[in-house]
């Protein structure tokens, strides 16, 4: 299995252009997310779906979109980047067993973006 | 809102010291987790905790949870450098527990 893989490993955007980074997983996992990272500020939660056709909004959800349609992947979409978009990305699988559990969260490697 | 909250921010140790960070919730937590990211590489699971007072070790690393419930530590025993990296705590984002709460972390260096 590959895990969780994520597309492109970096990328530098200019203000204004659009971008899809790319998610995938290989274990089944019915819920997915996407987080961002700046340096010393944590994970912040930026959307996640709990199934193919359902997500939600974490807490910065504003200035990127996010699909479901397979089971498999989870593209988060940036529409019109800008500078305070520069981040690292990361994208989480995880196997929900029932309505009592908190689930492993299993991580891709990660999406340098910096927008210039 | 909710809040995972972490202390230090930054330690640095000798090879063989100890180390602890802790993780403060602003609510009672059902459960906590814990993560490692090492420079330049994404989170990895260590350790999830559901009872209060529970009580894991995985070798030199001792997990607790709080009577409480909301508060965590995590203690390293004679560090090694290999022990270098980012340490994150994070709880349940709402009562369904469909998401986590990070803490910002505790990032740790190691010096021989």
């Known amino acids: 299995n590959a895990g969780v893989t994520q597309t492109p490993k970096f990328r530098i955007l200019k203000i204004g252009q659009s971008m899809t980074l790319q998610c995938a997983q290989d274990?089944?996992?019915?819920?997915m997310y996407w987080y961002r990272q700046d340096p010393g500020m944590g994970l912040k939660l930026i959307y996640y779906?709990?199934?193919?056709?359902?997500?939600d909004k974490g807490e910065v959800p504003n200035g990127y979109n996010v699909s479901r349609s397979t089971t498999e992947d989870f593209p988060l979409r940036l529409e019109l980047a800008a500078p305070s978009q520069t981040s690292v990305y990361f994208c989480?699988?995880?196997?929900?067993?029932?309505?009592?559990?908190?689930?492993?969260?299993?991580f891709g490697p990660g999406t340098r973006l910096t927008v210039l | 809102g909710q809040q995972v909250m972490q202390i230090p921010q930054y330690q640095h140790v000798q090879e063989g010291e100890d180390f602890t960070t802790y993780c403060n919730s602003s609510?009672?937590?059902?459960?906590i987790q814990w993560y490692k990211q090492r420079p330049g590489g994404h989170p990895v699971f260590l350790i999830q905790?559901?009872?209060?007072?529970e009580v894991k070790k995985q070798k030199r690393l001792t997990f607790q949870f709080g009577e409480a419930k909301k508060n965590s530590s995590l203690h390293i025993t004679a560090t090694q450098t290999t022990d270098v990296g980012t340490y994150f705590c994070?709880?349940?984002?709402?009562?369904?527990?469909?998401?986590?709460?990070f803490g910002k972390g505790t990032t740790l260096s190691v010096s021989s």
């Open positions: 274990m089944n996992h019915n819920y």
């Open positions: 905790l559901v009872k209060s007072g």
């Open positions: 989480a699988s995880s196997y929900r067993h029932s309505s009592l559990s908190t689930d492993t969260q299993y």
């Open positions: 779906s709990v199934g193919a056709g359902i997500t």
């Open positions: 994070a709880g349940p984002a709402n009562q369904a527990g469909t998401a986590l709460i």
């Open positions: 609510t009672t937590l059902s459960n």
